[in-house]
């Protein structure tokens, strides 16, 4: 079965630009009828969409976060990446990577999440 | 964006009560609404899907119903296991959105 873990810096400073990957086992990132997203979720609230990346590479991004968000892949690696710029305290939060069906857009699984702290 | 709006955000129940959560669409989404369950320091879990499409592995207890703009999760029975927080997601317009969550608490 797809595990998706997502790793990168716990910590990162304002102004800085916050990295994180997501690995995915059990399955490719190219194959299947899906996508890959992240979502992320500040401390006690609920959920944010992030982006999506495509199998065929496309990204779509939240309005609210497009000018500073990107998403890439390393397709021989079986990763995805979500880089976010210029980042403050508000961007401190849990990002969590998940598995998007393609047609009907529900996450699953997800990857256990990793709590990334902007403060200096 | 779609606005979704869970009721209520807290609840108290026992096991063995009969919960519903209800979440609600600021315009119709046919069914493309699923509910996720997220416990403490975990990631949300998919239990429902398309409205009222229970994921695989996901006991019989919890059921969804509703399209449009209303939808409900129940929990005929509930079990230690199921004090959680829920929420719900629409997946009809970019961009998904989530509901606010809903506490389940004994």
């Known amino acids: 079965q797809v595990q998706l873990q997502e790793s990168g810096p716990g910590l990162v400073q304002p102004s800085q630009t916050l990295s994180l990957t997501c690995t995915v086992s059990g399955g490719s990132i190219n194959s299947g009828p899906y996508h890959w997203t992240w979502i992320r979720q500040h401390p006690g609230k609920g959920l944010e969409w992030i982006g999506y990346?495509?199998?065929?590479?496309?990204?779509y991004y939240n309005s609210s976060l497009k000018s500073r968000v990107s998403i890439s892949r390393d397709t021989s690696n079986n990763q995805f990446s979500l880089k976010l710029r210029s980042v403050t305290a508000a961007d401190t939060a849990v990002y969590y990577c998940?598995?998007?069906?393609?047609?009907?857009?529900?996450?699953?699984?997800w990857g256990q999440g990793t709590l990334v702290s902007v403060s200096s | 964006d779609i606005q979704m709006t869970q009721s209520p955000s807290s609840v108290s129940a026992s096991v063995g009560d009969r919960v519903t959560i209800t979440c609600r669409a600021s315009q119709g989404i046919s069914s493309w609404l699923a509910w996720y369950q997220q416990k403490p320091g975990k990631a949300p879990k998919l239990l429902i899907y398309?409205?009222?499409s229970l994921q695989s592995g996901v006991p019989s207890r919890f059921s969804g119903s509703g399209s449009g703009t209303d939808f409900t999760l129940t929990i005929s029975s509930l079990q230690p296991e199921d004090f959680a927080t829920y929420y719900c997601?629409?997946?009809?317009?970019?961009?998904?959105?989530f509901g606010q969550g809903t506490k389940l608490e004994i």
């Open positions: 998940a598995r998007v069906f393609k047609t009907t857009n529900w996450f699953d699984p």
């Open positions: 398309a409205a009222s």
């Open positions: 997601q629409q997946a009809n317009s970019f961009p998904p959105t």
């Open positions: 990346i495509y199998n065929s590479g496309s990204t």
